[in-house]
């Protein structure tokens, strides 16, 4: 008892227990802290649970399969509590976060469908991590993350890999924490989990997801964490850009009543962690954590993707934000072959600006569309050409064999395709019918040379 007054009167936090802090990318989950401090001391789970975290109240096995994640590793009020207790007895930062915790104020506090029932693990940072293991440390150098019980995340962020659920051997899912051997082990079988089949996901996949779920396994909120105040003055800028953006609005393109959007708005209920996901996929973003952004970042953002099909506030400073990023989208559509390449003039007409206005703002893009639209003519009449010396031949072989006069309006007379001369001169299609002409009395005189022989 002196020591901890001692401790605690020169400012030091006296622990218990010690372990390594094995964070890299992401947080380590607290179960995994659990299994580690119970393998280094050799503490059965059980035994450790529930004298230090349960107020001695007996557990049963089964309390580890799922319940220990959705109590330990969540952001229910009960998850704040049991944290700040295993912080104390590994002598760290009480507010410390190796859970979800930091989301308890932007999300309900029963946190539905956060934790996956299933533990899941990525079999390659399980080889790397043993490979790292330290000599004669008995704490183990395996430990799982905490994005890995996130029910959405089903991929590893380090590998693009899938997170395996099940053992490669006995095919049996796993305990969030094992009662009978260390982390990165068969609960049942005892093998070891990093030997498994890699099921890679593609690279722009991969770089979408770590976007998307960046609020989750990113470890940023020791300098960052979202805050309802901020979610709730967002949505009313977004309304005062938007006009048309009311909680009506909003809960049609979520697919959830106005009525839960308003109270959104009051401050009166927490979202879900699903409709923060739907509500993000409405206004375009790439992932939830931008609901959270400052302000002005967030509503620059919404405006630029344009995935809100309303009209702004006339007022607003993001109108000319708005039509340079539409008219930049469109430019490098058409440099890219996605839209037809048209002038300048009609470019300047379809998005009610002034020739002059585009080459001022976007003179590199513009001289690009415009070698764009050069090729783009060339090719469009070269295959014309080639369209109207075949039918040119075509009609001259008629004639020959009708016995007709050879004219210019006789052979265009048998023409199939008769648009396809509008952009022609007379003198051009005159070239054209010499040139079939010509080809015809070769192959004339071609024939007659064979049956002579």
């Not at 899912?173 to 890679?200: D, K, M, R, W």
């Not at 997801?209 to 960046?214: G, H």
């Not at 023409?415 to 080809?439: G, H, P, R």
Request: hydrophobic residues 35%.
């Amino acid at each position: 008892m002196i020591h901890f007054e001692y401790a605690g009167y020169y400012g030091y936090n006296p622990s218990i227990f010690m372990i390594h802090d094995r964070s890299i990318t992401g947080p380590e989950s607290n179960t995994s802290r659990i299994s580690r401090v119970s393998l280094k001391y050799g503490i059965p789970p059980t035994a450790f649970v529930q004298h230090y975290l349960n107020d001695g109240k007996a557990l049963n096995r089964e309390f580890f399969q799922f319940e220990v994640a959705t109590c330990l590793n969540s952001c229910t009020p009960k998850t704040k509590r049991l944290e700040r207790q295993l912080n104390i007895l590994l002598g760290v930062d009480s507010d410390k976060c190796n859970s979800y915790s930091f989301l308890e104020d932007v999300v309900d506090s029963k946190a539905h469908g956060l934790i996956s029932k299933q533990r899941k693990w990525c079999h390659l940072c399980y080889q790397e991590r043993r490979d790292k293991r330290r000599p004669f440390d008995n704490s183990n150098a395996i430990f799982d993350d905490l994005y890995w019980s996130m029910d959405r995340i089903n991929i590893c962020m380090l590998h693009a890999v899938k997170l395996s659920s099940s053992c490669t051997w006995c095919k049996k899912s796993q305990p969030y924490i094992s009662t009978t051997v260390e982390i990165g082990h068969c609960h049942y079988c005892h093998a070891f989990l990093g030997n498994s089949n890699t099921i890679s996901i593609n690279e722009q996949e991969w770089l979408q997801l770590r976007e998307v779920f960046t609020l989750f396994y990113a470890n940023t909120y020791s300098e960052y964490r979202p805050r309802k105040a901020q979610l709730v003055k967002n949505l009313k800028a977004l309304r005062s850009i938007f006009p048309s953006a009311t909680s009506r609005y909003l809960g049609d393109a979520m697919g959830v009543s106005e009525d839960i959007v308003r109270k959104w708005i009051s401050g009166s209920r927490k979202p879900q962690l699903d409709t923060l996901f739907l509500l993000q996929k409405a206004l375009g973003l790439f992932g939830p954590h931008q609901l959270f952004y400052d302000t002005q970042v967030f509503l620059k953002k919404v405006a630029l993707n344009g995935r809100i099909a309303l009209k702004l506030n006339k007022k607003s400073e993001y109108n000319s934000l708005m039509l340079e990023s539409r008219i930049s989208k469109f430019l490098n559509g058409v440099i890219a072959g996605q839209h037809e390449p048209i002038s300048r003039t009609k470019i300047a007409q379809r998005f009610g600006v002034s020739e002059s206005y585009l080459q001022r703002r976007f003179s590199g893009l513009c001289q690009r569309v415009s070698d764009a639209l050069s090729e783009h003519r060339f090719t469009i009449r070269s295959q014309q050409v080639l369209r109207i010396e075949y039918q040119m031949e075509q009609a001259v072989s008629t004639l020959i064999s009708k016995d007709r006069t050879i004219t210019l309006e006789n052979a265009l007379n048998y023409f199939t395709q008769k648009e396809i001369i509008k952009n022609f001169q007379d003198y051009e299609l005159l070239v054209f019918l010499q040139k079939a002409i010509d080809t015809q009395k070769a192959k004339r005189k071609k024939n007659r040379s064979k049956n002579i022989r």
